[in-house]
């Protein structure tokens, strides 16, 4: 079955980094875009980035361009979100998402924090 699991997650001081990654299995992972949301407690889960499929050029938030870096090694089955110079207000669960199908990862937790 279709699986997507998020790991990387952290406690950060603000301007600091994280690395995210998300594993897909139970699909030929190389055929799909992948998403990242992410989501702070008591607000809406938002778009954060989009991996596509064969294009080497990733969709951002305004509110991460320039910060994050989204990429994908088809090799490995994984794509990654490189967060650099870190927010309190980029707290939340970050989460990956394949949109045909439907499938989200159980998340991952990133706290920016002094």
């Known amino acids: 079955q279709v699986q997507l699991v998020e790991s990387g997650g952290g406690l950060v001081q603000p301007g600091g980094s994280l690395r995210l990654s998300c594993a897909g299995s139970?699909?030929?992972?190389?055929?799909?875009?992948i998403d990242w949301y992410r989501q702070a407690p008591g607000r809406e889960r938002e778009f954060v980035a989009r991996?596509?499929?064969?294009?080497?050029?990733?969709l951002y938030a305004d509110a991460v361009k320039d910060r994050f870096i989204a990429s994908r090694d088809d090799a490995k089955n994984t794509t990654y979100l490189q967060l650099n110079d870190l927010r309190p207000e980029d707290t939340a669960m970050y989460y990956c998402?394949?949109?045909?199908?439907?499938?989200w990862g159980q998340g991952t937790q990133v706290t920016v924090t002094s």
């Open positions: 998402h394949r949109a045909t199908g439907n499938y």
């Open positions: 991996v596509w499929e064969r294009d080497p050029t990733p």
């Open positions: 139970g699909f030929t992972f190389k055929y799909y875009t």
